[in-house]
């Protein structure tokens, strides 16, 4: 028996659960493999037995989850140990290793012929080599929860085969569990199940106690869920999978009296069932369910419209891949791209077709599934990226005066949408994290602390917006209800903007959906709603959450609950570049929004919108709702396993990190407690307590890893990275790399990158162990100079010459000053170096006429009318990157005259040109 199977060498488990099924089904059929060559040795087979026995009893645990391939065959796997029939075994459990870690099951068809003989296959009976291969239909699970016995089980599944057509557009399975901790436990865990069966007398406890599973039932915890029974018992669980997993459908089963089920079950059902209902009524619902979510409006009808012959007498002369096919030097981009993307290029907005200004056909359909998928009340397809978005919302919501609370640290399009909207910016400052020259989020501390000196200057009726990036680059995640709930008890009416562009696929997570814009506008509009807050309000409680029980509650007769998310679809679900999409949960959006929206949205959308960009966010949604969950877990499995690797591989340990949360976010911000997601020595964090308590959280999809041990900076290594080994990484800063895992990457990307850390790892080793004394030193003190970056700038303030009036409120006028640096006559330029330092430290006041924007961090470090602080220049000065937009080295930094300074703080010089006025 190879050493390497021994417990002792063994990796502790993975996160994923659903991952540690397949690697025990991997140790399955190695360790089958190992018997039955032990046996045909004649060796002893005391301990080999053992271990197929140790992955049998445990594989037994995890396939009680699962249609496939279910409890009966890991009886039939067992019966095979019992009876010494080990190369039958090792044949079994191959096959089925093959079938589930390739997914191979998963691709069926649906008559019932060709289903019996995958199951037969399955179970042992063999195809012919040229059997066909059933393949072009999806398969999903359906869970049955139901307390009756094996032989009722049975009869139900017969019941739904009996109803399957070749016609049927998907095919399933059935999987039945006997208790509500059961069906938790298998919606989490067994990711293929898209529709649940609630049946009757069903118990509450599992049997089942792998600690794999055991955190699955956290929620019980969480929601302090009722023991209660029968119907009753259904309604609550019910509640909980819709909490969970919120695209699944729900049917019940029940024999209850009429009056007690109609009208009194929610929303949470599709359907309700009585027990003597045929199968087929229920077969044809599950299909039902799953075809609205599989249905994909736009795409399908621009397949439909690209099939047609269609003479073409308008624009677009590469539509149909005419103006290539027929010349003789394009034809290169044809056969490259295929003829498809090119029979889908059109510009009409008839024949099938929609018009993304206006839409009131297949992209409505579309916008309207959007908005079901991500929570919102209203979704839009944006095809000129997030930026756009940005802009389109903040034209839409701002009016030229009001005041914006933005996060400094933002993306730049929200900067140039305030210098756009007129609006009067107050820059938040987030805490920052000099020694790996990044910038964190902004604390609630700081939000109140500028709204409540907004209101003591009598400006509250002023402030229309704030705006704050969730998660940010780096990963780390607000809580947008605790936020908006205090924000809403100082300033009722405000609107919420989240930048969600890196965050889109957050909603198909149950830990992470929480932390998501339009999830906390649905729970805080549901709390505002309901009379148990409406009662406490009238009492004059405190907010029950409040640490010190002494934080006002918001008036719910006054508050209203407006919300705006914009999301890089792009980023980090499946759409081509630049598909974005905004989505609204705005209770008065259509009194008092929805005219301006329209309107900001046809004043920044082309005109020629490109329909393969809207048909890929169309199934780009489609996906989410029907494998979001599963692929959005999978990715945070691979994060995880990355995370495992880095720590526990002595190679890479030497010279790279992750930063863990504890590193990330200060303790003052993390009451839970938890510093890492993986440590060698404790193993797991307990990802979901964080995501419940703490004020910021570190996004697990996000991996960054500390390079400041290798001597290199992040510069150099992202190079390396791309030059070298063809990785490609976008954000890195001094002395950290930011790797983030998607819905695309794969196991053998994981392992892949393993090996190249591990491989940059020994040439560093190797190449230190032939150095000098003074290499030594060289290298060390490249190391120190990594260690600690310049001290990260806060937002200095806005010159006079750009406020509104004299109050000592910090909001100025960018757009004032944006535009007058258009004439050079306002324009001076100043050296970026110890003199102007120098003379800032006299006293010399310098006013910046430029957005100045370093790489990295990536946003600007000083705005149009922002005054220029010795700790800016100081920090410009520090700076070891090759990239800063908005500065030229030739020139130098563009401030404001003094001349202009003073005539436009006397009110004398404008934007705007008088003369051609």
């Known amino acids: 028996m190879p050493p390497s199977d021994s417990a002792a060498s063994r990796s502790p488990d993975p996160y994923s659960a659903p991952q540690l099924r397949l690697d025990t089904w991997n140790d399955l059929q190695t360790r089958c493999a190992w018997l039955r060559e032990f046996s045909r040795e004649k060796r002893d087979l005391t301990e080999p037995r053992a271990l197929v026995a140790e992955s049998l009893a445990r594989l037994r645990t995890f396939e009680a989850f699962w249609a496939f391939p279910g409890p009966d065959r890991m009886s039939k796997l067992t019966a095979l140990l019992e009876h010494g029939a080990y190369t039958d075994l090792a044949h079994e459990a191959r096959e089925l290793a093959r079938l589930l870690v390739g997914d191979a099951y998963r691709q069926r068809n649906a008559s019932p012929h060709a ?57 399933y399975d059935l999987v039945t569990v006997p208790s509500l901790e059961d069906a938790l436990i298998a919606v989490q865990f067994n990711w293929t199940i898209q529709t649940v069966f ?54 019940l089963v029940t024999d209850a009296p009429l009056d007690r089920v109609a009208g009194n079950l929610g929303t949470n059902f599709r359907r309700v069932f009585y027990r003597l209902e045929q199968h087929m009524e229920q077969h044809l619902s599950i299909l039902k369910g799953i075809r609205s979510r599989f249905e994909a409006p736009f795409f399908d009808a621009l397949r439909k419209y690209s099939a047609k012959p269609t003479g073409v007498f308008h624009a677009l002369p590469i539509a149909r891949g005419k103006s290539m096919s027929s010349g003789h030097w394009a034809k290169d981009l044809l056969e490259f791209y295929g003829p498809n993307i090119f029979m889908a290029e059109t510009s009409a907005t008839s024949g099938g077709l929609d018009s993304l200004l206006q839409p009131k056909g297949p992209i409505k359909r579309a916008q309207d599934n959007a908005a079901r998928a991500f929570g919102a009340r209203q979704s839009y397809f944006v095809t000129n990226g997030t930026s756009t978005a940005n802009k389109i919302v903040a034209q839409a919501m701002i009016r030229p005066g009001d005041i914006v609370l933005v996060d400094r640290d933002c993306h730049k399009s929200h900067h140039y949408a305030l210098v756009l909207a007129g609006a009067m910016t107050v820059y938040l400052d987030s805490y920052a994290l000099p020694q790996y020259s990044m910038y964190g989020a902004v604390p609630l501390e700081e939000i109140e602390r500028q709204l409540l000196d907004l209101k003591a200057a009598g400006k509250l009726d002023l402030v229309r917006m704030l705006i704050l990036t969730n998660c940010t680059f780096d990963g780390l995640t607000y809580d947008p209800e605790r936020i908006m709930e205090r924000v809403l008890a100082i300033k009722p009416d405000m609107i919420f903007l989240w930048d969600e562009a890196w965050y889109a696929y957050a909603r198909f997570s149950p830990t992470l959906r929480r932390r998501t814009a339009m999830d906390a506008a649905r729970r805080l509009r549901a709390k505002f709603r309901s009379s148990e807050y409406k009662a406490a309000f009238a009492l004059g409680d405190a907010a029950p ?140 964090g307990q990802l979901d307590r964080a995501y ?139 050296g970026l170096d110890r003199g102007t330092l120098a003379a800032i430290k006299d006293g010399r006041e310098y006013v910046s006429a430029a957005f100045v924007t370093p790489y990295p961090p990536g946003f600007p470090i000083l705005v149009p009318g922002q005054v220029l602080s010795a700790e800016i220049i100081a920090y410009l000065l520090a700076l070891d990157v090759k990239e800063i937009h908005g500065y030229d080295p030739l020139k130098g930094l563009r401030v404001f005259t003094e001349e202009a300074l003073e005539r436009a703080a006397a009110g004398e010089l404008t934007f705007i040109n008088t003369e051609r006025v």
């Open 115 to 171: 289903a019996s003989r995958a199951e037969s296959h399955a179970d042992g009976k063999r195809d012919s080599p040229n059997a066909p291969v059933n393949i072009g239909k999806p398969y999903f699970e359906v869970l049955v929860v139901d307390g009756v016995d094996g032989y009722d089980h049975e009869e139900v599944r017969d019941g739904f085969r009996t109803c399957r057509r070749d016609t049927d557009e998907f095919v």
């Open 198 to 251: 609630l049946r009757y007398n069903y118990g509450f406890r599992t049997e089942h106690q792998d600690d794999a599973l055991r955190r699955y039932l956290d929620v019980l915890a969480r929601e302090a869920m009722p023991t209660c029974f029968g119907l009753d018992r259904s309604v609550e669980l019910a509640k909980q999978i819709k909490k969970l997993r919120p695209e699944i459908d729900l049917f």
């Open 545 to 684: 959450d409040a640490p010190d029980g002494g934080r006002p509650m918001v008036d719910p007769d006054l508050a209203r609950v407006r919300v705006y998310a914009t999301q890089s679809t792009h980023k980090t679900l499946t759409s081509l570049r630049q598909g974005s999409m905004i989505h609204v949960y705005d209770e008065d959006f259509e009194q008092k929004a929805s005219d301006s929206f329209h309107e900001a949205f046809m004043t920044h959308t082309s005109t020629s919108p490109n329909y393969q960009i809207v048909a890929s966010l169309d199934v780009g949604r489609r996906q989410v709702e029907l494998e979001g969950f599963e692929m959005v877990e999978q990715t945070i499995g691979l994060a995880m396993t990355l995370r495992q690797r880095v720590s526990e591989h002595p190679d890479i340990a030497r010279f790279f990190s992750v930063l863990r949360p504890a590193d990330m976010i200060p303790p003052e911000h993390r009451p839970s407690g938890l510093d890492f997601y993986y440590d060698s020595e404790h193993g797991w």
């Open 692 to 830: 419940r308590m703490d004020e910021f959280t570190l996004d697990p999809t996000r991996v960054t890893l500390y390079i400041g041990g290798t001597g290199m900076d992040g510069d150099t290594f992202r190079h390396l990275l791309m030059d070298k080994y063809d990785i490609q990484i976008n954000k890195t800063s001094r002395n950290t790399a930011l790797f983030m895992p998607n819905i695309g990457t794969t196991r053998g990307d994981i392992a892949y990158l393993v090996g190249v850390l591990v491989e940059i790892s020994l040439d560093i080793a190797d190449r230190l162990s032939v150095e000098s004394d003074s290499g030594l030193a060289r290298h060390s003190a490249r190391v120190d100079s990594l260690v600690e970056g310049p001290p990260l700038p806060n937002f200095s303030r806005f010159h006079d010459a750009f406020k509104p009036d004299t109050a000592p409120t910090p909001e100025g006028d960018l757009r004032r000053a944006y535009f007058l640096a258009y004439d050079d006559e306002n324009i001076d330029l100043i």
